[in-house]
């Protein structure tokens, strides 16, 4: 139960660190120094605990599923709900980011709900399997596919093509990756 208290200290040292600085620019060193980031990880690292500690203590009801299933539509709704409020830069990064993440990852790692037992498709651990190639990729994909058609921002459409695009290129590319990794 220590990871509940350490839990609730780290998130409220976060919201105080973000409070302290909210006139600061700190859009740069946010990413680059790991120090500002402290306190999200702890947090993040507690969670993880925390979670793990529920479920090997929680016994499996009938209506677990419909009660997740709920929790997880209102955990999306809340989440793009809040997505869209407007909010000072320093309240965003704690109300937004780090509070409504939370409560995503609490309620989908339970994985009780309808919602989260479609990550069990294969279609999607596959997906999962090569997350991190497509996170290293995306950036340099989206920069190229940029520079080589001249495309900053066009129509809707167009926009739609230039995300399939991108999408399903750095999928094929993770997936050689991917490959390439387990033959070696």
């Given at each position: 139960m220590i990871f509940a208290i350490?839990?609730?200290?780290?998130?409220?040292?976060?919201?105080?660190?973000?409070?302290?600085?909210?006139?600061?620019n700190m859009e740069y060193t946010q990413y680059v120094l790991p120090v500002s980031r402290v306190w999200e990880y702890i947090c993040g690292m507690s969670l993880g605990y925390l979670i793990c500690y529920i479920k090997r203590r929680m016994v499996c009801k009938r209506w677990f599923t419909v009660l997740f299933t709920v929790l997880e539509i209102l955990a999306i709704g809340l989440w793009i709900f809040n997505m869209y409020t407007p909010m000072q830069n320093w309240h965003y990064r704690v109300t937004h980011w780090i509070t409504m993440n939370i409560i995503l990852i609490f309620v989908f790692s339970i994985?009780?709900?309808?919602?989260?037992?479609?990550?069990?498709?294969?279609?999607?651990?596959?997906?999962?399997?090569?997350?991190?190639?497509?996170?290293?990729?995306?950036?340099?994909?989206?920069?190229?596919?940029?520079k080589l058609s001249g495309v900053e921002s066009v129509s809707v459409l167009g926009n739609v093509f230039s995300i399939l695009f991108c999408l399903i290129f750095v999928i094929m590319t993770a997936s050689i990756i991917s490959k390439r990794k387990i033959k070696n």
């Open positions: 350490v839990f609730v200290g780290a998130y409220l040292l976060t919201w105080v660190y973000c409070y302290l600085t909210r006139n600061t994985g009780h709900g309808a919602i989260s037992s479609l990550f069990r498709l294969n279609f999607l651990r596959y997906l999962g399997d090569i997350s991190f190639e497509c996170f290293l990729l995306h950036q340099v994909v989206i920069h190229l596919y940029t």
